[in-house]
């Protein structure tokens, strides 16, 4: 392992950059598809994965910096927008309202987007390979994979029923149709099981945001339904507005609620999917029997940066001056694949880090000294489509080796109708402007 | 609905609130006074960086107008200050999240970004598609880092 020594953290004049450079340029003239023409010594930034981290970087670097040559390495030639895909399982939305694609990045910021997967890094020629055999030289590599899905946590559940007929649909796609088709096609006075992860994983409201979609849904077309949510965990983030939203709208806390929530201390923990019954088995060995069973797995770092040693245990380690890898010189690692608690995994943040490190980069190419790293992360989420919540957390930088410090905000419950109204459309209105910015 | 919601933000917007933190709002990590201390300790983050971190609500440097949450770029320097002096001190009901994305933020920083915001292109305040230049090479330069 090639642990990297943090005093060697000093700018590079760009003259010292493009020497060094000079003697895998002749590589990049191989690889132009953007219409743009770069010089032969342009540093060549390579970023792996086309989610909202890997795009954020992709597009903000090429706004420092107009001769950079930038590669985007990713496998699908559309991306579905996670923030707003809860929204898909009531049908207030299409999957198609969320469909980004990767024409912007190529034709408007001239960023090189192959549709390949990545696949090693070769950390000492400084190259990366993908699956189809390209091997393409970098000075820096920008990693955003996203994060594995730990199916196999589960005792009985895999990647296979959860895409037939167990979905998780923790990735906006085929799974979130299923689910949504399940629902719709439940028996009357069905039970609809969510299992949500221990932390950490990507958008921690997002299970009870879903919870809370399904309720309304159901309240319309199944109203003796009940959503039983068997957690990993004995809390979550929002849970003093999702709790009173609850309350007013499905009869929280009732005999009749159509939620229940059980925490993992009261034995709600699931350990085992019993498909065959239809079950799931929590960690006090009690089955549960679901007519949809919706298990949220838990995460761990992406699967190409476990492969390609970024990652310790579960995560990846990095530096928080830039994001840089603990691990491997010249990689750098953002999104939901690091370490970074008390940073939570959301696409807001990712974006964010994106920023931090093309920042990083940019100055480390003019010979300056880096900033300071700074995150906002602000959650602008629904309980119903007549009910939004805010919350805002900033990050500061507390010195070399510490993690970043959070200052954390989360107001309470909204009762004016009006104001929560106001907060739903303007959730609405930053999923709408984030997509942009991140994809236009 | 949404020319009414708009109207309804503006209005509430510019009414001046008592500032009350509710005790049920849950406020953790740093307190305030270590988070100035930090900020104090290190060099600024750069107008850049922190501008950039408004992008996500904002749009791309500030250049976004889609419905509700009104654009930054171009707005004139004293204006932003003011905005964000505002909504740091008398917005504590945090009705819209500014009120509480505020708190922390330093009266250096929020210098910082409103001299940056104020020598980008202005955006149309009007509602509609705004066009925008994506790349401002300018942008480079102004970003001056900690030092």
Redesign the interface.
């Known amino acids: 392992m090639n642990k990297k020594d943090l005093n060697k953290k000093k700018g590079m004049s760009r003259r010292q950059m493009l020497k060094m450079l000079g003697a895998t340029a002749a590589t990049y003239g191989l690889l132009g598809a953007s219409s743009k023409v770069f010089s032969k010594s342009a540093p060549h930034i390579v970023i792996v994965g086309g989610g909202i981290g890997g795009a954020a970087a992709a597009?903000?670097l090429?706004?420092?910096?107009?001769d950079v040559k930038i590669t985007l390495i990713e496998p699908n030639s559309q991306y579905i927008f996670c923030p707003g895909s809860n929204e898909v399982i009531p049908g207030w939305i299409t999957l198609e309202d969320l469909m980004v694609t990767y024409t912007a990045l190529k034709t408007?910021?001239h960023v090189n987007v192959i549709h390949d997967k990545a696949s090693i890094i070769d950390y000492d020629k400084k190259q990366l390979r993908l699956e189809k055999g390209t091997v393409l030289n970098y000075h820096k590599l920008i990693v955003s994979p996203g994060p594995m899905h730990g199916y196999h946590a589960i005792e009985g559940f895999s990647k296979a029923l959860a895409d037939g007929d167990f979905p998780s649909a923790y990735n906006a796609g085929k799974q979130t149709m299923t689910l949504r088709n399940q629902i719709l096609s439940m028996k009357q006075g069905g039970t609809v099981i969510i299992a949500p992860p221990e932390n950490d994983y990507r958008c921690p409201p997002a299970p009870y945001e879903r919870a809370s979609f399904i309720a309304a849904m159901l309240k319309e077309k199944n109203p003796t339904a009940k959503i039983l949510i068997l957690d990993a965990k004995d809390s979550f983030v929002l849970s003093?507005n999702y709790n009173f939203y609850w309350k007013k709208t499905f009869g929280y806390g009732t005999d009749n609620s159509m939620i229940e929530w059980v925490p993992k201390k009261k034995g709600g923990k699931v350990v085992k999917l019993d498909a065959t019954h239809h079950a799931v088995i929590t960690a006090d060995g009690q089955s549960h029997k679901g007519d949809v069973i919706n298990i949220i797995p838990p995460e761990a770092a992406g699967l190409f940066a476990l492969k390609n040693d970024l990652a310790d245990t579960q995560w990846c380690p990095v530096d928080f001056l830039d994001f840089s890898s603990m691990r491997h010189d010249d990689v750098y690692v953002i999104g939901d694949s690091v370490d970074g608690a008390?940073m939570p995994k959301t696409g807001?943040i990712a974006?964010?880090q994106a920023?931090?490190v093309v920042?990083a980069i940019?100055?480390e190419l003019?010979g300056?000294?880096?900033?300071?790293?700074?995150?906002?992360n602000?959650c602008?989420a629904m309980a119903g489509h007549d009910y939004g919540m805010?919350?805002?957390?900033?990050f500061?930088?507390?010195?070399k080796g510490k993690r970043l410090?959070?200052?954390?905000?989360?107001?309470?419950?909204e009762t004016n109708p009006?104001?929560q109204?106001?907060?739903q459309?303007?959730a609405?209105?930053?999923q709408?402007?984030?997509r942009?910015?991140i994809f236009e | 609905m949404?020319a009414f919601?708009l109207s309804?933000?503006l209005i509430?917007s510019a009414l001046s609130f008592v500032n009350t933190v509710?005790a049920?709002?849950?406020?953790?990590?740093?307190?305030?006074k270590?988070?100035f201390e930090?900020?104090e300790?290190?060099?600024?983050?750069?107008p850049?960086?922190?501008s950039?971190?408004?992008?996500?609500?904002?749009?791309?440097?500030g250049t976004?107008f889609?419905?509700?949450?009104p654009p930054l770029a171009g707005m004139d320097k004293q204006e932003f200050i003011d905005k964000m002096q505002e909504y740091k001190t008398k917005d504590a009901n945090?009705?819209?999240?500014m009120g509480?994305?505020t708190?922390?933020?330093t009266d250096k920083e929020i210098e910082a970004m409103a001299d940056f915001f104020a020598k980008l292109k202005p955006v149309s305040r009007s509602l509609g598609k705004v066009p925008y230049d994506?790349?401002?090479?300018d942008?480079?330069n102004m970003?001056s880092?900690?030092?």
């Open positions: 597009k903000y090429r706004l420092l910096n107009a408007r910021y003093d008390p807001y974006s964010n920023r931090i920042q940019n100055d003019h300056k000294e880096l900033s300071t790293p700074f995150i906002i602000d602008v805010a919350l805002s957390t900033t500061r930088y507390a010195g410090k959070d200052l954390y905000y989360i107001p309470e419950a009006a104001k109204i106001v907060r459309q303007v609405e209105n930053w709408r402007t984030f942009k910015d | 949404k919601l309804f933000f509430v509710t049920k709002d849950i406020i953790g990590g740093l307190t305030l270590e988070n930090l900020a300790q290190y060099p600024m983050p750069s850049w960086l922190l950039a971190q408004c992008s996500a609500c904002h749009g791309t440097m976004e889609d419905d509700i949450i945090q009705f819209i999240v509480i994305i708190q922390p933020i994506v790349v401002v090479p942008w480079a970003n880092g900690a030092k």
